[in-house]
Each structure stands twice: as C-alpha cells, then as structure tokens.
C-alpha cells in the first residue's frame, strides 16, 4: 500500500521537473522520454526495496502516466 501511494505521489513530480526542463531548452519531442526516464529512475531510487525489476516496472508505469496526465489535461484546455 505504501508503495502505490508513493508511486501515485511521484507522478505529479515526475510532470513538474518535465515541464522545468522543457521550460529550460527540452524539446517537446523528447519530454515522454524525459518523463519515462525519470520515472525509471525514481522508480528503481525510491520504490525498488532491494526488486530492480519492480522499480523498473513502477518506473515506467509512472513515466507513462505522467506523459498521460500531461497531454489529457492540455487536450481538455485546448478544446
């Protein structure tokens, strides 16, 4: 339980420093990658408990909804 609320809570983090870094130069292009390789790395740093493969698995779960929860909210306020 611990785990999916952290997991649910580094979504948001993952979108945040996406966006700092587009802000900063990143082509919009590469932000799912950007996002996806954060979540990776937050994923193995911060919900692995010892299972790479698991924090692997959270990791890209959590890119993938966070490039998800960032184009679903700007096709909501573009139309």
């Known amino acids: 339980m611990q785990t ?3 997991g649910i809570m580094l979504i948001p983090v993952i ?3 996406v966006e700092v870094l587009k802000n900063i130069g990143l082509p919009q ?3 799912p990658i950007a996002a996806l390789g954060l979540g990776v790395l937050l994923g193995t740093i911060y919900l692995s408990e010892g ?4 924090g692997i698995l959270m990791g890209i779960y959590m890119g ?3 490039v998800g929860m960032y184009s679903g909210a700007k096709n909501i306020i573009k139309k």
């Open 15 to 17: 979108l945040g420093i």
């Open 29 to 31: 292009r590469f932000c």
């Open 64 to 66: 993938l909804s966070s």
């Open 51 to 54: 299972d790479y493969k698991r």
């Open 4 to 6: 999916e609320s952290y």
